[in-house]
């Protein structure tokens, strides 16, 4: 047997990220280890370290144990204290320490997966200790590392991969997740409709419907005379979604028509990832 056909998107997805975060990094210099990244409070190290923590986890490996430091601003919460362990373990690590154990962690991801036979909705011990279909955990992996791959592309000056497979996974991903954000946390009224038109390497047109129990749905066709909508880049859309840029910082990139309490709200609240 081999993968299920359901999983093999995710797999090939990761593999296309992975590949390129390695390409990415291996001919750094000690220096450019600590380049700022997108990701609030990460390097280009901590990035790596976090991906390398996870795909561990994903193998079955034990975590860490550590201590954190105290000082660590960009940590505020029990969920961001799981994602940090892994990567403040590894923040003294050479460079050298770094690809090594960056390859050596793929490597055997890859045999995990040539040799994976469960079924999709098979029950597996996940992130934070919790079960999760072994369907939802590929799908997270593929989504985490084609962000931080561009976490990396953004931090090292070299960008591409915007419309590779681990981009489309990404969009369905962000996509899933718009209903909340725009009925729930944004507080859009009922019997509303919000638009939603991206442009660039992946292109699409949506339109979150608010019923009239405040409840949101996403739809392809277009709306007449929507309460909002928002016309901006792929690139902008990910970055927002994924906590990379302030609203106020890509303001000149997105533009905005209807109810401007309700826009402000929507992208108050757009950022999804933790």
Same mark, same amino acid.
């Given at each position: 047997?081999?993968?299920?056909?359901?999983?093999?998107?995710?797999?090939?997805?990761?593999?296309?990220?992975?590949?390129?975060?390695?390409?990415?990094?291996?001919?750094?210099?000690?220096?450019?280890?600590? @380049?700022?990244?997108?990701?609030?409070?990460?390097?280009?190290?901590?990035?790596?370290?976090?991906?390398?923590?996870?795909?561990?986890?994903?193998?079955?490996?034990?975590?860490?144990?550590?201590t954190?430091?105290?000082?660590?601003?960009?940590?505020?919460?029990?969920?961001?204290?799981?994602?940090?362990?892994q990567?403040?373990?590894?923040?003294?690590?050479?460079?050298?320490?770094?690809?090594?154990?960056?390859?050596?962690?793929?490597? @055997?991801?890859?045999?995990?997966l040539? =040799?994976?036979?469960?079924?999709?909705?098979?029950?597996?011990?996940?992130l934070?200790?919790?079960?999760?279909?072994?369907?939802?955990?590929?799908? =997270?992996?593929?989504?985490?590392?084609?962000?931080?791959?561009?976490?990396?592309?953004?931090?090292?000056?070299?960008?591409?991969?915007?419309?590779?497979?681990?981009?489309?996974?990404?969009?369905?991903?962000?996509?899933?997740?718009?209903?909340?954000?725009?009925?729930?946390?944004?507080?859009?009224?009922?019997?509303?409709?919000?638009?939603?038109?991206?442009h660039?390497?992946?292109?699409?047109?949506?339109?979150?419907?608010?019923?009239? =129990?405040?409840?949101?749905?996403?739809?392809?066709?277009?709306?007449?005379?929507?309460?909002?909508?928002?016309?901006?880049?792929?690139?902008?859309?990910?970055?927002?979604?994924?906590? @990379?840029?302030?609203?106020?910082?890509?303001?000149?990139?997105?533009?905005?028509?209807?109810?401007?309490?309700?826009?402000?709200?929507?992208?108050?609240?757009?950022?999804?990832?933790?």
């Open positions: 047997m081999s993968l299920h056909p359901t999983l093999q998107p995710y797999a090939d997805a990761w593999t296309h990220s992975i590949d390129a975060i390695s390409e990415l990094v291996s001919p750094l210099v000690e220096g450019e280890w600590n @380049r700022r990244t997108p990701c609030p409070g990460w390097s280009v190290r901590d990035v790596v370290s976090h991906v390398i923590g996870l795909e561990c986890e994903m193998l079955g490996d034990p975590r860490p144990i550590h954190l430091p105290r000082d660590l601003y960009h940590v505020t919460n029990e969920q961001q204290r799981y994602m940090e362990m990567v403040d373990v590894r923040r003294h690590h050479t460079a050298p320490e770094m690809t090594s154990e960056l390859e050596y962690t793929v490597i @055997r991801r890859n045999r995990q040539r =040799n994976e036979t469960r079924e999709p909705g098979t029950m597996i011990r996940g934070y200790g919790r079960e999760s279909a072994l369907e939802d955990l590929m799908r =997270n992996r593929a989504f985490d590392v084609w962000v931080h791959e561009q976490d990396l592309r953004t931090a090292l000056g070299r960008p591409g991969n915007l419309d590779s497979p681990g981009a489309h996974i990404t969009r369905d991903m962000l996509l899933s997740m718009l209903p909340k954000v725009v009925a729930k946390d944004a507080g859009a009224p009922r019997s509303s409709a919000i638009v939603f038109d991206v660039g390497p992946i292109e699409f047109l949506r339109t979150i419907r608010v019923d009239i =129990n405040g409840r949101g749905t996403l739809e392809s066709s277009p709306a007449l005379g929507p309460a909002a909508s928002f016309a901006l880049d792929w690139e902008t859309y990910f970055r927002l979604a994924c906590g @990379r840029v302030t609203p106020e910082a890509v303001a000149d990139r997105v533009k905005t028509e209807g109810d401007p309490g309700l826009t402000a709200a929507i992208l108050r609240h757009f950022a999804v990832t933790p």
